[in-house]
């Protein structure tokens, strides 16, 4: 979605700004505040845009619903923006699924970033996805996690099932992590009703290689 209204509303320089990003020349955090900082639109506008052009993955609905009838925490974490986010999630009527994500505040054509979602002392580095999961864990959640991308590499490691797409899975290839492949959320919303009625998962994800 950022790569999105960065098409339409973003500095052209912004592809360059990626690139640096790609090749570990800067942070997610860095490449997203400033490409974000020469952005020619504002939140109603871009948040409009989202609704009329961006689409969740399919059986992301049916999976809240039945994580709300079966009273199962579900939530979205991202390293993302907020203003999209749940815009992307008003679209399909489901604003009120819990988002972790970079709270913004749109001031006088500027935004304002707030990261709070971060490891203690590691507050310079943005949210944390596997602080995030880590925080469910400490509640008592067995947490099914979703993600396709290097963000998402750190809540792999410590989230007790991982489902894995493009380079998430790759990462996980390579350094030995149990995942299962999945192009939408059909496969998640499969485990999660086997484990709220058996109180545990089938086995057949894919095993860590030696």
């Not at 609905?61 to 390293?79: H, K």
């Not at 949210?127 to 469910?136: D, H, L, R, Y």
């Not at 999660?192 to 057949?204: A, D, I, L, P, Q």
């Amino acid at each position: 979605v950022a790569e999105l209204l960065l098409n339409q509303f973003g500095d052209p320089s912004w592809k360059d700004v990626r690139q640096r990003f790609r090749d570990g020349h800067m942070s997610l955090k860095e490449y997203q505040e400033i490409t974000f900082r020469n952005i020619q639109a504002d939140r109603a506008t871009m948040q409009s845009y989202v609704k009329d052009h961006a689409n969740l993955r399919p059986f992301f609905g049916e999976l809240w619903s039945f994580c709300q009838t079966n009273d199962i925490p579900m939530a979205v974490v991202s390293q993302g923006l907020d203003f999209y986010i749940e815009a992307a999630l008003e679209r399909e009527g489901l604003n009120r699924v819990p988002v972790y994500a970079v709270n913004t505040e749109f001031r006088g054509g500027e935004i304002s970033y707030h990261y709070h979602h971060t490891y203690p002392g590691k507050e310079d580095q943005g949210n944390s996805k596997g602080f995030v999961v880590e925080s469910f864990q400490e509640r008592g959640c067995y947490v099914f996690f979703a993600g396709d991308g290097h963000s998402d590499l750190e809540a792999a490691r410590v989230a007790d099932v991982t489902f894995a797409h493009r380079s998430l899975a790759k990462f996980c290839d390579e350094e030995g992590i149990a995942y299962r492949p999945f192009a939408d959320f059909s496969e998640m919303l499969v485990s999660v009703r086997e484990f709220s009625k058996n109180g545990h998962e089938s086995t057949n994800g894919r095993q860590p290689t030696e």
